[in-house]
């Protein structure tokens, strides 16, 4: 019995240092010279219909291949922690589970291609953070969704190739160069993408992938470039390369200004402008990629976006640059405001010996300061403004002492005189209110106008102010800007009204700032028309159908009388048609008694004078009887 217990604990002993191979696979060790070792595992027996469970630990490579298995269990590899290549290729695989790759923490490989997966766990992949290839080639997958795209971030390997791919989530080709905005450097690793093979329908989501194909030098690599469009019907057949696109513009990003300096404790206002087809989303940022909340944003019409952010009663630390990003399906713009604070607060404790009270008449540059010395002193200092607190204790300690005095101007005098001959020296050097000129107002609308200029002896970050408001009223608002920029959008006009407008710059004398006045149009809806505009469409409208009606009479007289006359020369024809007889003149016989032709000659001439009366013509006619004699008949 002893006997037994020992040769029990030998081999589970023998078991642990060696463990077995399962019965329906081969394993194979790869020794070092340090000792240690790596195994790889190929499992390609036709009848295995599931995922091997006794696999050892320390499988570096495994390889189901050929085999029956149908479905990848929850944790089906969880123990081989050391596993860095796992293939699964070729089997009958229909079904992944999520948490089937679940602590393989080193894996680098994973290979399921030549399987029947239609839908592939894509949150499977944060289980393997060192993964680089994923090969999912030849399956049923049909779609990739938006959520799968950080998940494949670090995968520089990816065959999605023969499957039923139709498009991709626009932000996948957003994660590599050039797209994703990265410098391309040598040192960039390539990545290798496999997506041919699909039944592509070219529209603009894969608008992206298409670009890539016509691409030469880019740190992305297609396996085949020649991939094809399977859809639309008018593109069916066409190559990537060759196919237009309809409906599918990349946005573009235009700013009311690009540098702005406010004063501290202002509201400023914003705003940016894009277009693209479809219609781009706008959002802003600042310089560290936060995004910004306070903002407004509206679609007017299709293809077009604005969008205004305001910063209310700014500081020091609101300055800085903001950027307008436009994002569509087509690709990505944006354009930078730099914005400056000017102006500041300065405080200055001093402490003061609590028995001493001390008043002190300062004066600096004008202007009379009264400070009282307590334990602490608080003293606000404007800008361009020295002042100079001077402790002073008393010879005695009884009693509280008041004592004023002056400060000499003798030993500033020189420092400000010296600043004032250099201010004066600079301002006859550029006189500001003279270098900006030619002020004019130029596409003017209901609410906005823009105000051009041309700024000669400034230089172009010279800060100014356009300073504007209804006519005779004091509501007046500020825009700052510089003057390289030489135009400026005022916003925020009453329409139809007149407007003042005066562009100030920094060191001008008051009153010598150039102005300008102007009207806005007269925002006239389609709805409200003016009474004077109905009123004169009115009388044009009733003029043209009048002028209408007599031309209208006038053709349909001509054609009466056209008509009449037609008429009147038939009849004519039909009254002046004379029907001549003919005339048969017997010949008279000579033996007839000379009554009888005497009768028939009057009877004769009867007739003839009936001829005569119906005709409209008078007819003369001759005949020649036998005898040669002229008769006139008429």
Known sequence: ?????????????LGTAYPFCPSQCTCV??????????????????????????????????????????RIPTEAFYYLV???????????????????????????????DGNVI??????????????????????????????????????????????????????????????????VTNAFQKVVLGLQDNPWFCDCKISKLMELSKMTGTPVVLMDLLMTCNGPEHLAGVSFQRAELDNCVKPSVMTSATKITSPLGSNVLLRCDTTGFPTPSLYWARSDGSQVNNTVQESPGDGIRWSIMSLQRILHKDAGNYSCRAKNLA???DATVSVSVAGGVSTTTLPLRPSTIETTE????????????????????????????????????????????????????????????????KSKKSDPSKSVKDLKIVEETADTAVLLWTADGLPNDAPLTAVYSPYDEDDKRTLETDAGSGKVLLEGLS????????????????????????????????????????IVSGIACAFVVSLIALLVY???????????????????????????????????????????????????????????????????????????????LC
């Open 554 to 632: 006038k053709i349909l007289a001509l054609y009466c009388s056209v008509e009449s006359s037609a008429s009147d020369e038939e009849e004519l024809e039909k009254d002046s048609y004379v029907k001549f007889e003919t005339i048969s003149m017997k010949q008279r016989t000579l033996n007839s008694h000379p009554s009888e032709l005497w009768a028939r000659r009057a009877t004769n001439e009867s007739e003839q004078m009936l001829l005569c009366s119906r005709g409209s013509v008078d007819s003369q006619m001759t005949y020649k009887s036998d005898s040669s004699r002229f008769e006139y």
């Open 362 to 425: 300062l004066t600096s540059q004008g202007t009379t300061f009264t400070t009282t010395n307590s334990p602490s002193t608080t003293s606000t200092v404007t800008p361009r403004t020295s002042t100079t607190v001077v402790p002073k204790k008393p010879k005695t300690p009884t009693g509280p002492r008041v004592q004023k005095f002056p400060i000499k101007r003798a030993e500033t005098q020189p420092e400000v005189n010296g600043r004032k001959l250099a201010a004066d020296e």
């Open 495 to 534: 329409s139809g009204m007149r407007h003042s407008v005066c562009l100030v710059a920094k060191g001008s004398a008051a009153g010598k700032d150039p102005c300008i006045d102007f009207y806005t149009l007269d925002n006239v809806k389609d709805d409200g028309q003016s009474p004077l505009f109905i």
């Open 1 to 13: 019995m002893r006997r037994l217990l020992y040769l029990h604990v030998l081999v589970c002993c």
């Open 29 to 70: 060790s790869h020794g070092r010279t340090d000792g240690t070792g790596s195994r790889s595992v190929l499992c390609n027996d036709q009848d295995m219909l599931d995922i091997p469970v006794n696999v050892p630990v320390d499988t570096v490579k495994l390889r189901i291949e050929k085999t029956m298995v149908r």
């Open 118 to 183: 239609s839908v592939f766990p894509w949150e499977s992949l944060k289980e393997m953070p060192r993964l680089r290839t994923l090969d999912l080639h030849n399956n049923r997958i049909a779609n990739v969704p938006n959520e799968a795209v950080p998940y494949l971030l670090n995968i520089t390997y990816l065959d999605l190739s023969s499957n039923k791919l139709v498009t991709l989530p626009s932000d996948l080709m957003d994660i590599w160069p050039p797209f994703n905005g990265a410098p």
């Open 82 to 112: 050391e596993l860095r290549f796992l293939w699964i290729t070729y089997n009958a695989v229909s079904s992944v589970d999520t948490a089937g790759f679940y602590n393989l923490k080193v894996l680098h490989e994973l290979r399921l």
């Open 331 to 333: 690709g990505n713009a």
